[in-house]
């Protein structure tokens, strides 16, 4: 009988059962308190080996919550209202691409342009990050000093609170250009698609996204990666391509905007002389009698009713009247070449004065700047729908009021923070004048410079890209304060970058991009 018992008896838990079960779930949790300890003091000191870029995110994120204090919900431009209509007609644009149009359609359920301008907001912090995570095998003063720009300049975050499509497309390129220069081959091959498909979405925010898949192609293929560049290439064309057929069936034209004649043709008339040109007679409908030096800025051949374009029958980018204003541009950059290339280095002179003067009218101009008063209602007859529309989407009236004293202070940092062209010229100039001179000393140290593979140092492709936003604008349309911004970014990145890569250095994409990479 005892020995069945005692048998039972230690099978059954007993009272001390609990306390063991207790002690040993202390015992656990001891060393689940010394890992939270761990972690705590890792975090800690992460955050104290990044204070310096994690004080300028934070003052970053300030000035941004002071704009939506201070002008509520948003601010407008010119372009806005087209972006509306978009959302409710979804039709392609002929002048603008419908990307911008597709973020705000995601944003439309909150029914708030709030909601749109603290999204952008968000991009513009997150641009910063990204510029701080692709510069981090530079010394972490110098990284923080290439993210300051885009997180602390004026005029980066009036361009936040503004209804355009700039912000985004800035983002999507930073991020596509980081995605390049990540190091590791691990995962290359996703990179690359991922970093198409960012420059496709970019290009159909804005169309001068489209060169830059150009720019990026031909860096791999200097590395030696030609099959990478065309992996880049097809990611980035797909999405361009599918866009391109919604607009061959809207308006049985190839292309994914019907006004690129009628924007070259407004950059030549800047130098164009019908004299000097001796167009056809159906080109001559276009010559404006007066001189260059007294004709009004290149964009108002595109807007103002009296331009010999706009007095065309039917409305301005029609195929037909698209396709006289690429003939007349493309006979004019042929007969005045030099005319076109001093024309084009004049605009593109704008981006790197010191100061801000008026340009291209008092009118664009005003709309970079923090207002002192709640902005008027548009003058142009052409945004009166999209008024209707942005009444619409936000299901209430709509319009900027500026509260002070929050927009008193972004007033006055507006007035003393922003980065100069200047400087931005001396950014731009660091990356090839330090090769160059790191090079120079190399030959004189070694005697003759010895090939090197590679195809490019890690500078390059953000510099590249920098330098095509700033030059493409000035090359086809005109110089404008807002095209200038999405470039500091990644001309500051391409600083850091500077010295710190090797030309012979692994490939960052090694040789694993896999050969079946599937699409």
């Known amino acids: 009988m005892g020995g069945p018992a005692v048998k039972q008896e230690a099978e059954r838990p007993d009272a001390a059962a609990p306390e063991r079960r207790a002690g040993s779930r202390g015992r656990r949790g001891a060393p689940a308190g010394r890992l939270g300890a761990v972690r705590e003091r890792l975090t800690f000191a992460a955050a104290r080996r990044h204070r310096w870029f994690l004080g300028v995110l934070a003052a970053g994120a300030a000035l941004r919550a002071l704009a939506m204090l201070g002008y509520r919900p948003a601010l407008w431009f010119p372009d806005s209202y087209t972006y509306i209509v978009t959302v409710f007609r979804p039709r392609p644009d002929l002048v603008r691409p419908a990307g911008y149009s597709a973020f705000l359609k995601l944003l439309e359920p909150f029914h708030s342009f709030a909601v749109v301008t603290a999204a952008q907001h968000l991009l513009g912090l997150a641009t910063g990050v990204l510029v701080y995570l692709a510069a981090r095998r530079a010394p972490r003063w110098a990284a923080t000093l290439a993210a300051a720009p885009v997180l602390l300049d004026a005029y980066q975050v009036e361009l936040e609170h503004l209804l355009v499509s700039d912000t985004l497309f800035m983002f999507l390129v930073v991020g596509a250009v980081v995605l390049v220069q990540r190091p590791g081959p691990r995962n290359g091959g996703r990179r690359v698609v991922a970093a198409g498909l960012l420059l496709g979405a970019a290009t159909l925010t804005r169309t001068v996204g489209l060169p830059l898949v150009a720019v990026l192609g031909v860096w791999f293929v200097l590395r030696g990666r030609a099959r990478v560049a065309g992996v880049l290439a097809v990611a980035a064309l797909v999405p361009v391509v599918a866009y391109g057929g919604w607009f061959y069936a809207t308006y049985q034209r190839l292309g994914i905007v019907g006004a690129n004649g009628a924007f070259l043709y407004a950059r030549t008339m800047s ?241 694993d991009i896999p050969r079946n990479v599937q699409l």
Not at 447 to 463: D, H, K
């Open 271 to 511: 130098f164009a002389d019908c004299a000097e040109m001796d167009p056809p007679a159906d080109l001559r409908v276009l010559c404006d009698p007066r001189p260059p030096e007294r004709r009004p800025p290149s964009q108002e051949y595109l807007w103002a009713r009296n331009s010999p374009l706009v007095v065309l029958p039917g409305i301005t980018f029609t195929a037909e009247n698209d396709g006289l204003a690429r003939r007349f541009a493309t006979l004019a950059i042929r007969e005045q070449p030099l005319d076109y290339a001093a024309s084009v280095l004049g605009e593109l002179g704008r981006t790197f004065v010191w100061g801000r003067p008026v340009y291209p009218d008092a009118e664009i101009y005003g709309y970079y700047e923090f207002p002192a008063a709640s902005p008027p209602p548009p003058g142009r007859w052409a945004a009166q729908l999209g008024v209707e529309m942005g009444r619409r989407y936000e299901r209430g009236a709509i319009g900027t009021e500026v509260a002070e004293p929050f927009a008193g202070w972004l007033r006055a940092y507006q007035d003393v923070a922003r980065l100069p062209g200047t400087a931005l010229l001396v950014i731009l100039l660091v990356p090839p004048a330090l090769t160059a001179l790191t090079a120079l000393r190399a030959r004189r140290r070694d005697g003759a410079a010895r090939p090197r593979p590679g195809g490019g140092p890690a500078w390059l492709p953000p510099w590249a890209v920098a330098v095509t936003l700033l030059v493409v604008p000035a090359a086809v349309a005109e110089f404008d304060y807002r095209y200038v911004l999405p470039a500091v970014p990644l001309a500051c990145l391409a600083a850091v970058l500077t010295g710190r890569s090797d030309l012979g250095g692994r490939d960052q994409f090694g040789d």
